[in-house]
Nanobody, 125 residues
Framework: QVQLVESGGGLVQAGGSLRLSCAAS????????MGWFRQAPGKEREFVLG??????YYTDSVKGRFTISRDNAKNTAYLQMNSLKLEDTAVYYC????????????????????WGQGTQVTVSS
C-alpha cells in the first residue's frame, strides 16, 4: 500500500512557474513508476508526465515547459511547471503504477494503482 500526498499548488500568473511535490508513504516508493495527471472542470483526467526506469514520458502540450523528477531517498516525486498557460489550470494528481511495461501504458489512468488527493493549480491572465 502506498499513500500519496500532493502539495505546491496555487494561483500563478500566466508565464509563471510552480513546483508540485508528491510525497509517498512506505518503503517501496522506488519500485513504482510515477505519473502526473490533471483534470480541468468538465474534462476527463489527462496524462501529463510520467517517469520510470524505462524513461520519461510527456504529453505534447507540456513538452519544453514541464519536467518530472523523483528523489527516491525522500520518497518524493516532483512536477516542475514553467511558462504556465491559462489552459494548464486544473487539479493535478500524482499516481503510482507498476513499472512493468510502463512505456506501453503510462497514459491510461486505469493502469495506476495509487492516487493522491490532488492539488489545484490556477493560472490567471
Amino acid at each position: 500500500q502506498v499513500q500519496l500526498v500532493e502539495s505546491g499548488g496555487g494561483l500563478v500568473q500566466a508565464g509563471g512557474s510552480l513546483r508540485l511535490s508528491c510525497a509517498a508513504s512506505g518503503r517501496t516508493f522506488s519500485s513504482y513508476a510515477m505519473g502526473w495527471f490533471r483534470q480541468a472542470p468538465g474534462k476527463e483526467r489527462e496524462f501529463v508526465l510520467g517517469i520510470s526506469y524505462s524513461g520519461i514520458y510527456y504529453t505534447d502540450s507540456v513538452k519544453g515547459r514541464f519536467t518530472i523528477s523523483r528523489d527516491n531517498a525522500k520518497n518524493t516525486a516532483y512536477l516542475q511547471m514553467n511558462s504556465l498557460k491559462l489552459e494548464d489550470t486544473a487539479v493535478y494528481y500524482c499516481a503510482a503504477a507498476s513499472p512493468t511495461y510502463y512505456s506501453a501504458k503510462y497514459s491510461d489512468p486505469h493502469n495506476y494503482l495509487y492516487w493522491g488527493q490532488g492539488t489545484q493549480v490556477t493560472v490567471s491572465s
